[in-house]
């Protein structure tokens, strides 16, 4: 099991995204999906699910709750919903709770030098790290993240690329070149973009 606690914040914007994307009745099935221990937390006919922001979740009832959302999808369809999913997410939380905190971090060079405490606003575990290296391009590293799940991976590969066209940047793209459930020992993403 994972240790690890995971803020409601971005997570229950997903929910939310998740559940006027496919409707109301299919968010509410999928969490009845979730076994009931890990569920109570949780209303099902919410549209949020009943997700506090502020809250800090258990991570393996969130892992359950994303394995309910994601269950009977290819890998690909998991890609793409983690991208629509963390586009939706990033819209929501930097227009609101988030958005003077990005105001700080407005160029590839400030994001890289604060992105571990924004980190630490959404996961208590894992060492989260950003290098630019050169001009159009950073290396994010995450490291010792015991509450690492498959979905919040590609989650997380996904806001890298909403995070720097936010910031302004053209052509942006991600690449997901390591992941610890393939046996690296690591997460990691390269952006690029154009200059």
Same mark, same amino acid.
């Given at each position: 099991?994972?240790?690890?606690?995971?803020?409601?914040?971005a997570f229950?914007?997903?929910?939310? *995204? %998740?559940?006027?994307?496919?409707?109301? @009745?299919? &968010?509410? !099935?999928?969490?009845?999906s979730?076994p009931?221990?890990? +569920?109570?937390?949780?209303?099902?006919y919410?549209?949020?699910?009943?997700?506090?922001?502020?809250? *800090? %979740?258990?991570?393996?009832?969130?892992? @359950?709750? &994303?394995? !309910?959302?994601?269950?009977?999808?290819?890998?690909?369809? +998991?890609?793409?919903?983690?991208?629509?999913?963390s586009?939706?997410?990033?819209?929501a939380?930097?227009?609101?709770v988030?958005?003077?905190?990005?105001?700080?971090?407005?160029?590839p060079?400030?994001?890289?030098?604060?992105?571990?405490?924004l980190?630490?606003?959404?996961?208590?575990?894992?060492?989260?790290?950003?290098a630019l290296?050169?001009?159009?391009?950073?290396?994010?590293?995450?490291?010792?993240w015991?509450?690492?799940?498959?979905?919040?991976?590609?989650?997380?590969?996904?806001?890298?690329?909403?995070?720097?066209?936010?910031?302004?940047?053209?052509?942006?793209?991600?690449?997901?070149?390591?992941?610890?459930?393939?046996?690296?020992?690591?997460?990691?993403?390269?952006?690029r973009?154009?200059?």
């Amino acid at each position: 099991m994972s240790s690890g606690r995971i803020k409601g914040a971005a997570f229950r914007e997903l929910l939310i *995204w %998740y559940g006027s994307r496919f409707g109301a @009745s299919v &968010l509410t !099935a999928r969490v009845l999906s979730v076994p009931p221990d890990d +569920r109570r937390e949780f209303d099902p006919y919410s549209p949020s699910v009943g997700v506090i922001p502020s809250a *800090w %979740y258990a991570a393996h009832t969130v892992h @359950s709750l &994303l394995d !309910a959302v994601t269950a009977g999808t290819s890998q690909g369809e +998991r890609e793409q919903l983690a991208i629509e999913g963390s586009e939706a997410v990033m819209k929501a939380t930097l227009s609101g709770v988030y958005r003077l905190i990005f105001k700080v971090m407005a160029t590839p060079e400030r994001y890289a030098s604060h992105a571990p405490k924004l980190w630490s606003s959404y996961y208590d575990c894992g060492r989260f790290n950003v290098a630019l290296r050169g001009r159009g391009a950073a290396i994010c590293t995450i490291e010792s993240w015991s509450s690492h799940h498959d979905f919040i991976c590609l989650l997380n590969w996904g806001a890298a690329s909403a995070i720097y066209r936010a910031i302004g940047c053209a052509n942006v793209r991600t690449e997901r070149t390591s992941c610890v459930d393939a046996g690296a020992s690591c997460c990691r993403f390269v952006t690029r973009w154009d200059e």
